[in-house]
DNA sequence: CAAAAAACACGATTTAAATCAAGTTTTATT
DNA sequence: AATAAAACTTGATTTAAATCGTGTTTTTTG
């Protein structure tokens, strides 16, 4: 974890969440001078799943994942977080700790919101508030999607899924770079990583993607979303 | 569906939502003018996947699962209801649309509230509204640990789990009836019913729960735990 | 209450996907 | 640049769980 610094302020921060879109001025500014920059390196942990929520985390630059950590090394990723999104909502009401590990999957600079703060935002500002709820129902709403794909299709149909997914919902391109090694394709598919490296392979020789490395293209997108329905 | 009537009022309905409790008296009386009660039978569906979200749920009285509708009769049990309890709070803000069905496992009452009515006071009472946030993440984060459970566990371990659930946070007694057949069991479990089927007997005969048709009771929680950890 | 239908149980067989094994490529380190 | 280590690929084998087949019990219905 680098040595907290700031830069730009809130108010010219052009990618912020659709929630601080909500705020007043001196709101905006009271969470300015309140909050903490913070830059962590490929790889590092961000958050850590059973920690006491201290803060709301804002996603300034980077690409993130968050992740339930269960026992002998079985990881299940929730959710792939691209830069713009905050993390640790499900904590801000109820049970005052973290109940999921975040990891960055590049450089990625992090603001830290005081959870008090932020409450006495949603309990001042009411549109803030709903706006919070909104995003939280995106989330729960995507997770279920996931959790779908996930319990219910075959491996094909989850690849299939997954490069939709990062195509339209994160990279919102055909093309893309993803910093991921297998091992951490497979965690986000839940198959191994013999079976993801298959997949890939069969989309590959089928002409649906080209894969090479980490450069990522949807060449045939009927295609997946056709396999990702009958998967 | 039953014809609209209404009984008792909401003020004096005994076990009504957290949030309620944090409404003035004008405001629950609101609410009870306004709502409207209604009846299903056991089987009935009360909410579908993808129709318009015109109101929140109360369910006053039975049991139900929320569940995501797939395509060749793959569906996915999100979540056990028992009364008490909140449904469609996912549509609250953002896509103005249910996200998953429901269907009464028994005969069932519902309370209507006006979705619009229910945004209204989420606006006009913070603290209704941070308890609307509380209950929306403890959803969160129950089917976290449900998406964990069934994406990374095998069989004794998912059917441990759920009795635990059940046991724990549903029917808070070791000794329950549950009035689902082995298709939901199964359902809720994702497994299929000849598995299901199996790890009852298996379960039966190490003594670890007693299971005679719709009667359950667990008999070893600690082992059952610990099939839960391990599977 | 009898007949039909649905739900359930359980052994045999199949299958999708994990694991194992061995080689190749890429990345990191001295 | 040479060596070691990690990441990745691909085929062979194993395995957990689904499916299939069939008999039994329970529930529904005329």
Redesign the pocket.
């Known amino acids: 974890m680098a040595i907290p610094k700031k830069t730009n302020s809130c108010k010219a921060c052009t990618n912020k969440s659709s929630c601080f879109r909500k705020l007043t001025e001196e709101q905006l500014e009271l969470i300015d001078k309140n909050r903490l920059e913070v830059s962590y390196k490929k790889g590092e942990t961000i958050l850590k799943q059973g920690s006491f929520a201290s803060s709301i985390l804002y996603l300034k630059k980077g690409l993130l994942k968050l992740y339930i950590e269960g026992k002998n090394d079985k990881n299940l990723i929730i959710s792939i977080i691209p830069e713009g999104n905050l993390i640790g909502l499900p904590s801000l009401y109820g049970d005052p700790i973290y109940h999921y590990s975040a990891m960055a999957y590049e450089d990625s600079t992090i603001c830290l919101i005081d959870i008090d703060m932020f409450r006495q935002l949603s309990q001042d500002n009411a549109q803030f508030s709903s706006e919070v709820i909104k995003i939280l129902n995106e989330l729960t709403i995507h997770s279920f999607d996931r959790f779908f794909a996930i319990s219910q299709k075959?491996?094909?149909g989850r690849f299939a899924d997954l490069m939709i997914c990062l195509s339209k919902s994160i990279f919102k391109s055909e093309k893309f770079n993803l910093p991921l090694?297998?091992?951490e394709l497979a965690e986000l598919t839940?198959?191994?990583?013999?079976?993801?490296?298959?997949v890939?392979?069969d989309f590959n020789d089928e002409k649906l993607i080209r894969i090479e490395?980490k450069e990522f293209e949807i060449l045939d997108l009927k295609k997946l979303q056709q396999i990702s329905e009958n998967g």
Chains 1, 2 share one sequence.
């Open positions: 075959n491996i094909p090694s297998r091992k839940s198959m191994s990583i013999e079976s993801l490296s298959r890939i392979k490395g």
